[in-house]
């Protein structure tokens, strides 16, 4: 038997088993359904936003970690996206479907990393493979007139597939490899290759078409292995330049981040800076940047997928060009508070009534975010007031059905009047009892839907301010509620 073909025999063995693994394995596939659903609705003209946040608010945290991280130094906005809908509206539909299918993916394999090894690496090299590509391909295509559809964070997450269900199903074939490359000081991307007989791409196109996800994926991959051996790309082939732009980035991205996650050091990182400068044409101002943004990136995205990898190494710092690193941002989350919007979530889904939703939502403020108060304040039948009908906490002398507050002269700073003119989520202004803070004001229903706002304060060093993630699933709240209106509307 010749070399090529025992190496055929031994990928096509190798194929089978994974084949096996993944059709014994009922997660995965699943959330490969809803990346190709939502990849199928961005791709259809007539698709609304309102589609695209249904399927968001549907998957269980998601809406959360999406709010977070659109609101992270990842996109740097200057106004925060205090709700899904807006995150459609000014992310746009295909980028932001592209990172919650990222999303939906990676979470199958947090509670395996959470358990560290060589595992949590690996899927330190997705994420990081992944927000590497979706940056180098946004600064490069910014010249651009409209808004790059593919901002390359799924294919960064779809070129890094086949190392990580690898080390996901076959652990120990990993760490073969692993121990195989640091004693050859080769790329594991050799070692898997030779144990395998396929390259890590290789692997992850097989697996793009065996949970038949979008074909476009299989090509930027198949563009992405030719650039990064100097193939020429056949005309012939009538490949869109999008995809010929998108193959570079996620090139020079896999390039970098497996010259970070060696532990090689800053000179082999150099390499793969130089490799994509002058084998790329990528500009230099551009590749430093990005990689000087990384580890605040990389920090976002860890909290928002709730699992502490292995931290990036120090000397990335030096790439960043001008000021001091970010800041920590809040990272107090209190797990019982997700647990009550996943509740809400469901109920949602199961059609419960409007008012048993809203008072789970009170309940929600009073138990987990420990708010003192909390009311129910419903527009009247001319929609000119907000009159109290129920509240839950600490009130002492003041009755919340004895509150009256006006909407149409409402006082420029009252957070409730505010909530319910532009349905979304207040976080300051004059608090309803002179002293409070912090406060919160979100609608019940948007639009024609709109039926009241729920209100709540703290008495003043009760608790901390609300955190970004706390926000954020306050945002996706918002939504569940405008759902439950609508539902039984």
Not at 72 to 100: D, H, N, W
Not at 344 to 350: C, E, L, P, T, Y
Request: hydrophobic share 40%; glycine share 6%; with cysteine.
């Amino acid at each position: 038997m010749t070399d090529t073909s025992a190496k055929k025999n031994t990928a096509e063995e190798f194929l089978e088993k994974l084949r096996k693994a993944l059709s014994s394995d009922g997660d995965f596939p699943a959330s490969a359904k809803v990346v190709a659903e939502l990849r199928t609705l961005t791709s259809n003209p007539k698709t609304t936003g309102a589609q695209i946040t249904e399927i968001i608010l549907k998957e269980p945290s998601l809406g959360t970690r999406v709010l977070s991280l659109v609101n992270s130094s990842f996109y740097r906005r200057r106004k925060p996206i205090m709700t899904v809908s807006q995150a459609v509206v000014q992310i746009g539909m295909k980028p932001l479907s592209e990172l919650c299918a990222g999303l939906i993916l990676l979470q199958k394999f947090v509670p395996t990393a959470r358990q560290s090894g060589p595992f949590a690496n690996c899927l330190k090299r997705t994420v990081v493979t992944s927000l590497l590509t979706s940056t180098i391909n946004g600064k490069a295509n910014s010249s651009l007139s409209s808004k790059t559809e593919e901002t390359g964070y799924l294919a960064g997450s779809f070129a890094e597939l086949g190392t990580l269900l690898l080390a996901f199903y076959f652990p120990q074939v990993y760490e073969t490899a692993l121990k195989r490359s640091e004693s050859k000081k080769h790329d594991i991307s050799q070692s898997i290759k030779e144990i395998t007989g396929l390259s890590p791409l290789q692997i992850s196109m097989e697996v793009l078409q065996e949970l038949n996800l979008p074909e476009f994926y299989s090509t930027v991959l198949d563009v992405t292995d030719k650039v990064t051996r100097n193939i020429p790309i056949a005309e012939s082939d009538q490949v869109p330049e999008q995809i010929i732009s998108l193959g570079k980035s996620l090139s020079a991205a896999k390039c970098i981040s497996s010259a970070i996650i060696s532990g090689s050091g800053k000179p082999e990182l150099d390499k793969a800076i130089q490799f994509a400068i002058n084998s790329l044409n990528l500009p230099s101002d551009l590749i430093t940047a990005v990689i000087g943004d990384l580890p605040a990136q990389f920090k976002d995205h860890c909290s928002a997928i709730e699992i502490n990898l292995p931290t990036l190494p120090t000397f990335i710092h030096s790439y960043k060009n001008g000021g001091e690193p970010t800041k920590d941002q809040d990272e107090q989350e209190t797990s019982g508070f997700m647990d009550f919007v996943d509740e809400i979530r469901q109920a949602v889904d199961n059609r419960e009534p409007p008012a048993s939703v809203i008072t789970s939502v009170l309940e929600t403020f009073v138990w987990s975010l420990k708010f003192d108060r909390v009311m129910l304040l419903l527009l009247d039948k001319n929609k000119t007031k907000l009159v109290g009908r129920m509240g839950l906490g600490e009130f002492g002398d003041l009755n919340p059905q004895n509150i009256i507050r006006p909407i149409e002269n409402a006082p420029p700073l009252a957070p409730d009047a505010a909530a319910n003119r532009e349905a979304r989520p207040v976080f300051n202004g004059d608090p309803i009892t002179p002293g409070s803070w912090p406060i919160v004001a979100i609608p019940v229903g948007f639009g024609k839907k709109a039926i009241g706002v729920v209100y709540g304060e703290c008495n003043e060093g009760s608790r901390g301010e609300l955190s970004a993630k706390e926000q954020a699933a306050i945002g996706v709240l918002t939504e569940l509620l405008d759902r439950s209106i609508v539902v039984k509307g």
